[in-house]
């Protein structure tokens, strides 16, 4: 043992350990910038993990035909048994489709909003030591991702980029506990924070907090982003599925259902340029 | 004299190649373990270039394991959300130790691989646990630990012993090679 601590090998272990800590600081001081390590070591792995991710998807697909057989007949059962209610509830259709009109009106989709600038990116890597079902994507600075840029799908926010190299950008969900994003009820126009919790995370769900105790906020309400520096407005976010008071009684919270699968998602869309972005 | 300068230029290329092979193994096992979807079992994944360089620490010695070891931290650094060189210098340090204690004290078996994986798991992704959330004391920030960390740790437990034979597998061809 004596030996080893006096060997030219210790020191260039204990100078690997140091370059180690050094990577750490540089890290803390980054800002969400990639390395020039991971930036090296992404120009090899990120063609791999998109040709591996785009395999594995196709490879899955074909296997869950027959390993999920009998869960597609079940889903078929229960299909059947909703067309029927669906029947039923013919009648509310009209009132449905209006209220659909209005939402959208009042929502502007993707197509009506010039003033989003989105670029489009495949989720190629999911690490086992992400939390809060985080991912990678395979686009970067290459494609004018900037860290903070927000990310969704057609159906709703998934979260926000918090580092990014030239081909590859890691995302933070909204399931995250570290994220906040401002946000209103679409029906009583009252105003909160989405962020995630731990507990609700497991569940794929997330809270909208700082509710007014006086609140009508109800279940199915649509939840949107209310704008800002970080998100543009009028994003949906997700549906109202409960409606409580806080731990402390000052205020109420809402439990959300995230509109976008954030845990199973293989598209996005990086909203690179929105109407106020970065102003205080 | 030239015969054993040709000897030392074969010796060379042999153990080149070897370490090749390794950085390779590593680099696929980290694509593999980052695949959407790929050996999800309840919403944890297992963690393969840790096991394989806690396998190669085993067999090749603390100063080869170091560098393998900070290798795969670094690549897990990469896919992860932790801060980048964290788990580089936490794998490494953990792999020189398992290569000493090979040297010193324990067997060199699947037994002890299993041992020491499971260690540097533990040590990794607690030490994770504890600056990431442990500290900032959110609410019921200690089911990240059982419910993410330790799955995680169990589960890479458990997949070691297929780094660990392909490891000793190539180990033990090239040493035939080098015999």
Redesign the interface.
Known sequence: MKDFLQSVRFKILIAILTVMAGFMIMAVYSGGTASLVSEVVSFVTVPLQRMSSGISGRVGEFFDRFLNSSAVYDENERLQLQVNELLGELADYERAKHENEQFRELLGVLEDRKDLKVETASVIARDPNARFGSFTIDKGTGSNISVMDPVMTADGLVGRVTEVGVTYAKVVTILDIAIDVGAYDSATRDVGIVSGTIDLAAEGLCMMEYLPRDSKVAEGDLVLTSGGSMFPRDIIIGKVIRVGPNSHGTSLMATIQPAASVKTIKNVFIITEFQGQGQE | MREYQGYMNRTKSIKVAKYTIYALLL?LL?????????FVLF?????WVVAAAVAIAMLEG??VG??YG?AA?????????????????FV??CC?LTG?LVI?LMYCNIWGCLLCVFITMLVC?GL?YVFT?GIWE????W??FT??ALP?VLY?TLITPIPYFLVRGIYNKFAAALK
């Not at chain 2, 919403?43 to 963690?47: G, H, L, W």
């Not at chain 2, 959110?138 to 920030?141: C, D, S, T």
């Open positions: 680099l980290y694509i593999l373990q980052t695949v959407p979807g790929l919403e944890t994944k297992p963690v603390e100063f170091g560098i900070a931290g670094l690549l897990c650094d990469m896919g992860g959300f932790s801060l980048f060189g964290f788990n580089g210098f490494s340090l020189i000493l010193y992704n994770e959330f959110y609410e019921a920030e089911k990240l419910m993410k995680t890479s």
